[in-house]
């Protein structure tokens, strides 16, 4: 098997589970859910900026097309 960086894994699987997240939030239609959700995400990725910028960016996307 071929060897995979140590820091590709956290990050790979923060983003298979930051696309099931945005899946899930698309069946909430209050926001609160949404808040929660992004909040202990960025707990627990507090020294992923980057990360959270995004979240932070699909947050939005994701109300309007929830919204609409």
Do not use: E, Q
Not at 37 to 59: G, Q
């Amino acid at each position: 098997a071929p060897r995979v960086h140590p820091a590709a894994l956290p990050k790979k699987a923060a983003f298979s589970l930051f696309l099931y997240s945005s899946k899930v939030i698309l069946l909430f239609k209050s926001i609160t859910p949404r808040i929660i959700l992004f909040y202990s995400l960025y707990r627990f990725f507090p020294k992923r900026v980057d990360f959270f910028i995004f979240s932070y960016i699909m947050f939005f996307r994701v109300i309007t097309i929830a919204n609409c």
